[in-house]
């Protein structure tokens, strides 16, 4: 169809925004000289070039009558093509929308990519004249509008929240009875959806799905981006995951999870794009204004890199800020996503003057009434000076805490000079996040990742092994606090095993036992291995995915009771911290740490290289209002010595300790008399009223 009718059109919103009687297209450009709207046919050949005729301060917008959904179209710039200034525009480049709703499909590699001839003596200083339209993907105008069934939204409260890492593709590729395995259907098919609600976790937040971009390096090496961290559509589902074509595909996903009571938590990647450093493709913001999106060093020419991977948005630009957050608004509102973790969440908060936890982007997300609703995780790092911020954010904003993981490992390992750290993350690490009247969920806890060791490879390596990679095993962690327990790899030997199980089981327990936000990663309920590799973002591969296995996995059993123990117990997942304050109901206190024998531990004995068992009394937190749900007090035993007998703290008459958890025991929840704690083992005693 067309040639098109132009009309003037209005500044907002951004995009292309179709209505009943055409569509009106608007794109934000300062430093350009005129923006080109170019038209597609369904056979992606361009067959229109119009220049948008109206300017709004630095946004270029046109409305044009008939158009329909399905059109296809992108952008080319006019503007200087200066790098050492800071500007790369280049019209021979054909632009991705950067507020496409769908995309035709991913960038194919070519030197026409390049705004600058690749292989000049002059590098990005050279102009490039070939046409990239053949090689680019196409933005596609949509009606996302979606009949949502009337599916409620689960809406867990964050104390209730148990969260399951997992890759669209990595966990449905292995099951062989769902069809289309690898895509947003099969993620929500009927087997998946009944293992994850048999589990018991309330949310899945699912690695990258925003269009993202396969890195040539790893092309070239016959390898893929698995994970997706380079991402070039923030408003687009990734096609790769797509049955077909239509976006509809997620918003069905989305509706089944939602159905069955699990929330979608997407993993957002806002901190740099796929375009890299100033070697590096021209796909959106580059040509766009590469001056206005971008965080330029001192030689304008080049870029700050925050994260490791070319470049870094700037989000004192108040139309970065724009378009993020209409991004999140749009998965929100249209997509009914339920949160995000913001991958290097650090440099969302990067000024001039380093990171500021109340930074321009921390300030529009706490007052904006859509997001603020939503649940908010920060990755609390990047690479750049004074990255590591953990314990920096703000409420609404969860964190990542690699120090739970680390303790926790090192604790259960039998590292010396531990014991005051693991006491530390098993109450909410309040340390870090009781300030600014943060609640003790900020800590999101978790043991693994999908950066990182599998839960078992956590205790069947005790080096990484990523020779897979292509990289003669440089890349990935070599500090994993991991331990192979005698063999590295895979062993018949039973002795080993069983100490393999039971350490895991023991670290699993810890975690359903914190206070904070757990988070585990998909398959290591399932005892997943990957081999030993430790960063397998391009393993797109057996490697990768989750394997899963032709019979039930007793450990599945065992997460299955963590987790239902955790839900059972509202004392193990409170909102408020725990600081050993008296309670005003009974006079007890709320935590009470106690050596074995009963006594109390003092503050020497916190670096007794001989204690070996961490006892702790929990109640509800001082404080706590009347309708909180009540219930008595635990016993929680982390031993990871010799087998031992705990002296109990006494309790009113009427009343007794009773065991309900222990890692030591086939069935986990078999109630057993006494208070003999075995070696190796994670017990957890319960105040109840004795039965005549």
Same mark, same amino acid.
């Given at each position: 169809m067309?040639?098109f009718e132009?009309?003037?059109?209005?500044p907002?919103?951004?995009g292309a925004t179709?209505?009943?009687?055409?569509?009106?297209f608007?794109?934000?450009?300062?430093h350009a000289?005129r923006?080109?709207?170019?038209?597609?046919d369904d056979?992606g050949?361009e067959?229109q070039i119009?220049?948008?005729?109206?300017?709004?301060g630095?946004?270029?917008?046109?409305?044009?009558?008939?158009?329909?959904?399905?059109q296809q179209y992108?952008?080319?710039m006019d503007g200087?093509y200066?790098p050492?200034?800071?500007?790369r525009?280049?019209?021979?480049?054909m632009?991705?929308d950067p507020?496409?709703k769908?995309?035709?499909?991913?960038?194919?590699?070519?030197?026409?990519?390049f705004?600058?001839?690749t292989g000049h003596?002059?590098?990005?200083l050279?102009?490039?004249?070939?046409?990239?339209a053949p090689?680019m993907?196409r933005?596609v105008?949509?009606d996302?509008?979606?009949n949502?069934?009337n599916?409620?939204?689960?809406?867990?409260?964050m104390?209730?929240?148990?969260?399951y890492e997992?890759?669209?593709?990595g966990?449905?590729?292995g099951?062989?009875d769902i069809?289309?395995r690898g895509?947003?259907?099969?993620?929500?098919?009927d087997?998946?959806l009944?293992?994850?609600?048999?589990l018991?976790?309330?949310?899945?937040e699912?690695?990258p799905?925003?269009a993202f971009?396969?890195?040539?390096?790893?092309?070239?090496?016959g390898l893929t981006?698995?994970?997706?961290?380079m991402?070039?559509?923030?408003?687009?589902?990734?096609?790769r995951y797509m049955?077909?074509t239509?976006?509809?595909?997620f918003?069905?996903?989305v509706r089944?999870?939602?159905?069955?009571?699990?929330?979608?938590?997407l993993?957002?990647?806002?901190?740099?794009t796929a375009e890299?450093?100033e070697?590096?493709?021209?796909?959106m913001?580059?040509g766009?204004?590469?001056?206005s999106y971008?965080?330029?060093?001192?030689d304008?020419?080049y870029?700050?890199?925050d994260?490791?991977?070319g470049?870094t948005?700037?989000f004192?630009?108040?139309?970065?800020i724009r378009?993020?957050?209409?991004?999140?608004?749009?998965w929100?509102e249209?997509?009914?996503v339920?949160?995000?973790r913001?991958d290097?969440?650090?440099?969302?908060g990067r000024?001039?003057?380093?990171?500021?936890?109340d930074?321009?982007?921390?300030?529009?997300i706490g007052?904006?009434p859509v997001?603020n609703?939503?649940?908010?995780i920060?990755?609390p790092?990047?690479?750049g000076p004074?990255?590591?911020?953990l314990?920096a954010?703000t409420?609404?904003?969860?964190?990542?805490n690699d120090?739970?993981?680390?303790?926790?490992r090192?604790?259960w390992r039998?590292?010396?000079?531990?014991?005051g750290?693991m006491?530390?993350?098993?109450?909410g690490?309040?340390?870090?996040f009781d300030?600014?009247g943060?609640?003790?969920t900020?800590?999101?806890?978790?043991l693994?990742?999908?950066?990182g060791?599998t839960l078992?490879d956590?205790?069947s390596?005790s080096q990484k092994n990523n020779?897979a990679?292509?990289?003669?095993?440089r890349?990935?962690?070599?500090h994993?606090?991991?331990d192979?327990?005698?063999?590295e790899?895979p062993?018949d030997?039973?002795?080993?095993a069983a100490?393999?199980d039971?350490?895991k089981r023991?670290m699993?327990?810890t975690?359903?036992l914190?206070q904070g936000t757990?988070?585990m990663?998909?398959?290591?309920?399932l005892?997943n291995s990957?081999g030993?590799?430790n960063?397998?973002?391009? *393993?797109?591969?057996?490697?990768?995915?989750?394997?899963?296995?032709?019979?039930?996995?007793?450990?599945f059993?065992?997460?299955?009771?963590a987790?239902a123990?955790?839900k059972?117990?509202?004392?193990?997942r409170?909102?408020?911290?725990l600081?050993?304050? *008296?309670r005003l109901?009974?006079?007890?206190?709320?935590?009470f740490w106690?050596l074995t024998d009963?006594?109390?531990i003092q503050?020497?004995d916190?670096?007794?290289?001989?204690l070996?068992t961490?006892?702790?009394?929990?109640?509800?937190?001082?404080?706590?209002?009347?309708?909180?749900k009540r219930e008595?007090?635990?016993?929680?035993?982390?031993?990871r010595?010799?087998?031992?007998?705990?002296v109990?703290?006494?309790?009113?008459?009427?009343?007794?300790?009773?065991?309900r958890?222990?890692t030591?025991?086939?069935?986990?929840?078999k109630?057993t008399?006494?208070?003999?704690?075995?070696?190796d083992?994670?017990?957890?005693?319960?105040q109840?009223?004795?039965?005549?």
């Open positions: 067309g040639p132009t009309r003037p059109g209005r907002a919103p951004l179709l209505d009943e009687g055409g569509v009106n608007a794109v934000f450009s300062r000289t923006v080109m709207l170019c038209l597609f056979e050949r067959n119009i220049a948008l005729p109206e300017r709004e630095h946004i270029w917008h046109g409305y044009f009558p008939g158009m329909k959904a399905g992108g952008f080319r200087p200066a050492r200034e800071g500007h525009f280049n019209p021979f480049k632009l991705i507020y496409a769908q995309l035709t499909g991913h960038p194919t590699w070519n030197k026409a990519l705004g600058y001839q003596k002059d590098k990005d050279s102009f490039d004249k070939t046409d990239s090689y993907p933005s105008v949509v996302p509008s979606f949502w069934e599916a409620a939204t689960p809406r867990h409260a104390e209730s929240t148990i969260i997992a890759h669209v593709k966990l449905t590729a099951r062989k069809p289309k895509t947003y259907l099969a993620m929500a098919s087997p998946i009944d293992h994850l609600t048999n018991g976790v309330t949310a899945v699912l690695l799905v925003q971009l396969n890195d040539k390096f790893l092309l070239d090496r981006n698995y994970w997706g961290y991402t070039y559509g923030f408003f687009a589902p990734d096609p049955q077909g239509d976006i509809a595909e918003q069905q996903m089944r999870f939602h159905s069955a009571g699990l929330e979608v938590i993993d957002v990647v806002y901190n740099h890299g450093s070697l590096g493709p021209t796909l913001f580059r766009l204004d590469n001056a971008y965080r330029l060093a001192d304008p020419r870029y700050i890199d994260a490791g991977c470049n948005l700037d004192e630009n108040p139309f970065v378009l993020v957050m209409d991004s999140l608004r749009y929100v249209v997509m009914h339920d949160g995000f913001f290097l969440c650090t440099a969302l000024t001039a003057r380093g990171f500021e936890r930074g321009p982007f921390f300030r529009a007052q904006d997001l609703q939503v649940k908010l920060a990755e790092w990047d690479i004074g990255g590591y911020q314990g954010y409420a609404p904003f969860a964190e990542w120090k739970f993981r680390d303790d926790v090192s604790f039998g590292d010396e000079g531990k014991m750290d006491a530390a993350r098993l109450v690490s309040a340390t870090y300030h600014d943060r609640a003790a900020s800590s999101l806890n978790f693994t990742a999908h950066d060791f078992e956590t205790v390596y020779l990679n292509g990289e003669d095993n890349d990935g962690h070599s994993n606090y991991s192979n327990m005698g063999v790899g062993t030997d039973p002795d080993i100490a393999r039971r350490r023991n699993m327990a975690l359903m914190s757990p988070m990663l998909a398959g290591d309920e005892s990957q030993g590799n960063n397998t973002y391009c *393993q797109d591969n057996e490697i990768g995915w989750v394997n899963w296995p032709d019979e039930d996995d007793p450990f059993t065992f997460c299955q009771q987790i123990f955790r059972m117990h509202p004392l193990l409170q909102s408020r911290f600081h050993s304050r *008296q109901t009974d006079g007890e206190p709320d935590l106690r009963g006594t109390a503050p020497e916190w670096d007794n290289p001989d070996e961490l006892v702790v009394e929990m109640r509800m937190a001082s404080g706590s209002p009347e309708y909180v008595g007090a635990l016993l929680v035993v982390l031993n010595g010799a087998a031992t007998e705990i109990p703290p006494p309790l009113p008459q009427g009343d007794a300790w009773v065991r958890f222990d030591s025991q086939d069935d986990a929840i109630v008399p006494g208070m003999a704690v075995a070696a083992s994670v017990v957890v005693f319960s109840e009223t004795e039965e005549d």
